[in-house]
């Protein structure tokens, strides 16, 4: 019981850190609206950047990158991260190590002032209509063919209730790969779930967090379902090797 009073104690304290540093930050990130394209997401990625480290720290949820050799700055990926918690939003445009967006929800555009930071680093989408998948997709293909970004995507879909490593895959991800003639670089975001779980409302816990990423995947002589199969036993086998499993619920 006490726990669960500190928790959200703690995560007020952490509400009121956001928004007193997004107040602050969301003017170079505004700026680099107006820059043209790869620079604009270079002030962006920085910004963010300095602001989540800032902030993590404060809140006693740090954040460590490992295996950053995995990626090669000379090329462009679909990035795919598993997804435990509302806590996995801010960190992959920030801490993944090349220039990157993030397939997102419409909806939390309509956030003030926040909705405003989410829609520049993000490619959006509302689920419930056809129309918006189909331009999303077209929308993610032009990140990587065009402006030359890694586009990232959470292929569950939604957050991970099911206390098992790694829910089932959606196709999306591994169509735009193969579509695009793009490599995979699978990503492993460690310990969100039990500093933001999912089935607790309003409710923060200090914990180190991690984000590791795997060795890419290739694309080459392979269809979307093969990738897709291949990325997910890889990032499963990762997660078993690290004992690991997000809190159930």
Same mark, same amino acid.
């Given at each position: 019981?006490?726990?669960?009073?500190?928790?959200?104690?703690?995560?007020?304290?952490?509400?009121?850190?956001?928004?007193?540093?997004?107040?602050?930050?969301? =003017?170079?990130?505004?700026?680099?609206?107006?820059?043209?394209?790869?620079?604009?997401?270079?002030?962006?990625?920085?910004?963010?950047?300095? =602001?989540?480290?800032?902030?993590?720290?404060?809140?006693?949820?740090?954040?460590?990158?490992?295996?950053?050799?995995?990626?090669?700055?000379?090329?462009?990926?679909?990035?795919?991260?598993?997804?435990?918690?509302?806590?996995?939003?801010?960190?992959?445009?920030?801490?993944?190590?090349?220039?990157?967006?993030?397939?997102?929800?419409?909806?939390?555009?309509?956030?003030?002032?926040?909705? =405003?930071?989410?829609?520049?680093?993000?490619?959006?989408?509302?689920?419930?209509?056809?129309?918006?998948?189909?331009?999303?997709?077209?929308?993610?293909?032009?990140?990587?063919?065009?402006? #030359?970004?890694?586009?990232?995507?959470?292929?569950?879909?939604?957050?991970?209730?099911?206390?098992?490593?790694?829910?089932?895959?959606?196709?999306?991800?591994?169509?735009?790969?193969?579509?695009?003639?793009?490599?995979?670089?699978?990503?492993?975001?460690? #310990?969100?779930?039990?500093?933001?779980?999912?089935?607790?409302?309003?409710?923060? =816990?200090?914990?180190?967090?991690?984000?590791?990423?795997?060795?890419?995947?290739?694309?080459?002589?392979?269809?979307?379902?093969?990738?897709?199969?291949?990325?997910?036993?890889?990032?499963?086998?990762?997660?078993?090797?690290?004992?690991?499993?997000?809190?159930?619920?």
């Amino acid at each position: 019981m006490l726990k669960q009073i500190l928790a959200r104690i703690w995560a007020l304290y952490a509400l009121i850190i956001f928004v007193a540093t997004m107040m602050i930050f969301v =003017w170079p990130i505004t700026f680099s609206f107006i820059l043209p394209e790869p620079l604009g997401m270079k002030v962006f990625k920085s910004t963010s950047g300095f =602001w989540m480290r800032g902030f993590l720290w404060l809140i006693g949820c740090p954040m460590r990158v490992v295996h950053g050799e995995h990626y090669n700055p000379q090329h462009n990926y679909v990035v795919t991260a598993n997804h435990q918690s509302f806590l996995d939003v801010p960190l992959l445009t920030p801490f993944f190590p090349g220039l990157n967006k993030t397939i997102a929800k419409k909806s939390m555009a309509r956030i003030p002032f926040f909705g =405003w930071i989410y829609t520049r680093g993000s490619v959006l989408v509302d689920r419930s209509s056809d129309g918006s998948r189909r331009s999303s997709f077209e929308a993610m293909k032009r990140v990587l063919l065009k402006e #030359n970004i890694n586009m990232a995507v959470y292929p569950e879909g939604t957050r991970n209730r099911t206390g098992k490593p790694l829910k089932d895959f959606y196709d999306g991800a591994f169509r735009l790969a193969a579509d695009c003639r793009k490599d995979i670089i699978p990503v492993i975001i460690f #310990n969100t779930a039990f500093a933001l779980p999912p089935s607790k409302f309003f409710y923060l =816990w200090p914990h180190k967090l991690e984000m590791h990423l795997l060795p890419p995947i290739t694309h080459a002589g392979k269809n979307f379902k093969q990738l897709k199969e291949e990325t997910h036993a890889a990032m499963q086998q990762y997660l078993l090797d690290h004992d690991y499993a997000p809190p159930k619920g």
